[in-house]
Every structure is written in C-alpha cells, then in structure tokens.
C-alpha cells in the first residue's frame, strides 16, 4: 500500500489550507485512515481520525480541522481552518486496519503558518 499526500503549503495564520492523501495498492478489511503532525523539535502527534462514519480530533484542532473520505477513491482529505502558527508542521497520512494488524503510512506534507 502506498499513501500519497498532498497539499501542504505556506499559509498566513487565519488562513485555510486542505490536504489529501490517496491510498493505492491491496486495501483489505476495515480501516481507519488519519492525520499526524511532527513540528520541529517534538514527537509526532495525533490530529485526526476517521472510521466509517466517526471522527475523531485532537483537542488542539477540533473546530478548526475537518477530516472527511471518499472511499471510492481511497482518499482522506483533512481541511484546515483558521490556522495558526502552532499548526506548522510536516503532516503524514496513515492507514490502519482497525484489527490492528498493518498500518502504513505516507511521505508527508509541509504546512507552514506565519504570523
């Protein structure tokens, strides 16, 4: 399976930017698709995830994110709103089955936000 994500850019803060990540290859059984950010100097952390018809947020960006998917693309999209500085960082897409058993993830996506 490879994810390709997209849509990463250069952005004032209070602007909006939309990342998408395509999956392709043997896509088998449930699974969750997501985002992730690693700011310079932290760990990665978790932004978004969804399963189905559920959604889940990081606190940091609940109201402000949307993540959303077309399963007939194999596609999640994570729209970006009212950003802030705070936001900067690489995103990655992943996705998981939700048994667990395999997960990949894909090459990242710069976002930057000035203040």
């Known amino acids: 399976v490879q994810l390709q994500a997209s849509g990463g850019g250069s952005v004032l803060a209070g602007g909006s930017l939309t990342l998408s990540c395509a999956a392709s290859?043997?896509?088998?059984?449930?699974?969750?698709m997501g985002w992730y950010r690693q700011a310079p100097g932290k760990q990665r952390e978790f932004v978004a995830i969804?399963?189905?018809?559920?959604?889940s947020y990081a606190d940091s960006v609940k109201g402000r994110f949307t993540i959303s998917r077309d399963n007939a693309k194999n596609t999640v999209y994570l729209q970006m709103n009212s950003l802030k500085p705070e936001d900067t960082a690489v995103y990655y897409c992943?996705?998981?089955?939700?048994?667990?058993?395999?997960?990949?993830w894909g090459h990242g996506t710069l976002v930057t936000v000035s203040s």
């Open positions: 969804t399963i189905g018809d559920f959604a």
């Open positions: 992943n996705i998981a089955s939700t048994r667990g058993d395999w997960d990949f």
């Open positions: 290859g043997s896509i088998s059984g449930m699974n969750a």
